[in-house]
């Protein structure tokens, strides 16, 4: 049989509300035409993110009722360690509330003036973190990887000839840290392979530094290295989960991706030191080790969250949802991030809107022109979130993150049709401006007008 269905069933229902063009418009103008300022009830198919946003499960929901509010030692906390230490082989598992203060905690004791962190490709936080601790972030991902037709199966991969270079360039005392985000979010969702990391982590101890993983989609990733590595097929993506984070001295994680959980982040560290300076910043800002700013049922739902992420049976409908969309808007011309990644398609919309130049922000213009056709909260991954003063960012995409097990093929096939119909009259999009912007990070408030 062909059909991979979704491999569970829905217990819980939660209405969504149609719309008219008409409120749309409006929404749309009262929002400063940044789709981070609507209210959600204005959206039908929120593919905002996949953060936090999935559907968690009846065992799940069980164990929220089962959560030990303790302040201290509670039962859910040792839960939720013993599963994590199961699946990443870790000693010291701190839990956070979400994957940034991981990364504001990371970079507090790692970063700061003078100092140098590589990345595959930083994510929006984890750059703006970095950046915050004084320190600069430096992409490194394979060439093929800015390349939205290459379809190298691992274009996430941190290419080892740019790290060393920078290596060489700048000093290894000036490299706390050297990350790779698994997968690579802002390079298209696209996975690294095992070879990879072994290949940057021995580059690593050339140069006696450690090697982090932002491990935010590591399921994902490992599903990824099952399927398209050689060798690999065989083995179970537990083992192959277990590799990659036996190759790594530490790593952050955001629960609300491979967590399946609506809030939640991991600190993980092999280094006793590093560990303790991390859980004295940790009770300073998050909480006490045992809970670091979350309630105990939450801990209780990442326990069992992990735990889900690993079936195969998940992974397989996951990623098979996520591709279907991809390999349909490539069958009718529209340019994507090929090929399609983890958690989201990544649509080229320098391709799509090629009347509008990068300094009119095509990807901002698509959004835009997406929610007001159809309701489809979509996010720009471009020159709004990367770009730097009069320099564009290497790519202008549109991001259609798939929330974990909350939509359903005929939401997927809807999705489809709206974006074919707007590619259809793709002339009739108009590019934005900036009219108001904060410093740091500003995609998430910034404000618009259309030209
Ligand atoms: C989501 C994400 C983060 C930040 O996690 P939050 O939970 O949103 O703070 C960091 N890195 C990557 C790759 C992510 O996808």
Not at 103 to 110: A, D, G, M, P, Y
Not at 133 to 153: C, T
Not at 330 to 345: C, D, F, K, T
Request: charge should be negative; hydrophobic fraction near 40%.
């Amino acid at each position: 049989m062909k059909t991979i269905i979704e491999p569970f069933r829905i217990k819980v229902v939660e209405p969504i509300r149609m719309t008219t063009r008409q409120e749309r418009e409006q929404a749309l103008r009262e929002a400063g035409f940044n789709v981070f300022l609507l209210k959600a009830e204005d959206v039908l198919i929120d593919l905002l993110t996949d953060s936090g946003t999935g559907a968690m499960s009846s065992e799940q929901w069980a164990g929220m009722m089962r959560g030990d509010e303790s302040y201290a030692g509670a039962r859910s906390f040792f839960r939720f360690q013993q599963r994590l230490r199961d699946i990443t082989g870790f000693e010291h598992i701190l839990p956070t509330h979400q994957g940034r203060a991981s990364e504001r905690i990371l970079f507090e004791i790692v970063g700061g003036p003078g100092k140098v962190v590589p990345n595959n490709n930083h994510f929006d936080t984890t750059r703006a973190n970095v950046e915050h601790s004084g320190a600069e972030a430096v992409d490194l991902v394979i060439d093929e990887g800015k390349d939205p037709k290459s379809r190298h199966p691992f274009k996430g991969n941190l290419d080892p000839k740019k790290l060393d270079a920078l290596f060489k360039d700048v000093g290894a005392h000036r490299i706390p840290v050297v990350m790779v985000t698994v997968t690579n979010n802002s390079g298209g969702g696209q996975p690294v392979s095992l070879q990879n990391l072994r290949d940057v982590r021995a580059l690593c101890d050339r140069y006696d530094t450690p090697m982090f993983l932002d491990a935010c989609r590591f399921a994902e990733n490992a599903f990824f290295i099952k399927k398209r590595e050689p060798g690999q097929g065989d083995r179970s993506v537990s083992a192959i989960v277990r590799d990659m984070f036996d190759l790594a001295h530490g790593a952050t994680i955001s629960a609300k991706k491979d967590g399946i959980v609506n809030i939640g982040g991991v600190l993980l560290f092999r280094d006793e030191e590093l560990n303790r300076q991390a859980r004295n910043l940790l009770i300073l800002t998050e909480g006490f080790p045992t809970y670091g700013g979350l309630a105990g049922r939450d801990l209780e739902a990442m326990a069992q969250g992990f735990e889900e992420v690993l079936h195969e049976d998940y992974l397989t409908y996951r990623i098979r949802s996520v591709e279907y969309l991809g390999e349909k808007l490539l069958e009718r011309g529209i340019q994507i991030v090929e090929p399609p990644g983890g958690h989201a398609i990544y649509i080229d919309a320098a391709s799509f809107c090629p009347h509008i130049p990068p300094g009119q922000f095509p990807g901002q213009a698509l959004v835009c022109a997406l929610f007001r056709h159809a309701g489809i909260r979509t996010v720009e991954i471009g020159s709004v979130m990367f770009g730097r003063g009069d320099r564009p960012a290497d790519m202008e995409l549109v991001r259609l993150a798939i929330p974990r097990r909350v939509y359903t093929q005929s939401h997927i096939d809807y999705v489809l049709e709206a974006i074919v119909e707007v590619y259809a009259e793709r002339d009739r999009i108009r590019g934005v401006r900036i009219v108001d912007e904060p410093p740091a990070l500003r995609h998430f408030t910034a404000r618009f007008e259309e030209l």
